[in-house]
């Protein structure tokens, strides 16, 4: 079984800390990213999100919500799937879709990446 809670590692340097996850699949925890137009230094930032358990024999999917806390006005929605290789290794695999602020209806175009 794929254990979402703990601390996580992505190929960019980033972190995620996510807290336990509770009955109803909620959780909660922080985003420590690397990858800011500030910079290299690393940003914690919150986020919250939900497990959906699977079947029998499936991989949990789940979702969750950062919210670039401090340094941008942004947010961006992740959508995974945890995995468990033959040698107990977790793997979780994402997808994201960030949402920037712009100043108006007709830029509402380059808002999204």
């Known amino acids: 079984q794929c254990q979402l809670s703990g601390l996580w590692r992505n190929e960019l340097d980033s972190l995620m800390e996510i807290s336990a996850v509770r009955d109803d699949g909620g959780f909660q925890g922080k985003y420590f990213t690397r990858v800011t137009l500030a910079g290299s230094c690393t940003r914690a930032s ?7 358990q699977p079947g029998e024999g499936g991989w949990p999917t789940f979702a969750f919500t950062v919210r670039w806390d401090k ?3 942004a947010t961006t929605a992740f959508a995974g799937q945890c995995f468990v290789d033959t ?27």
Do not use: H, I
């Open 71 to 73: 340094f941008s006005n």
């Open 46 to 52: 919150p986020l919250s999100g939900a497990q959906q």
């Open 87 to 113: 040698g107990g290794k977790e793997t979780l695999t994402t997808m994201w879709l960030l949402r920037e602020a712009v100043g108006s209806l007709d830029d509402d175009w380059k808002a999204m990446r």
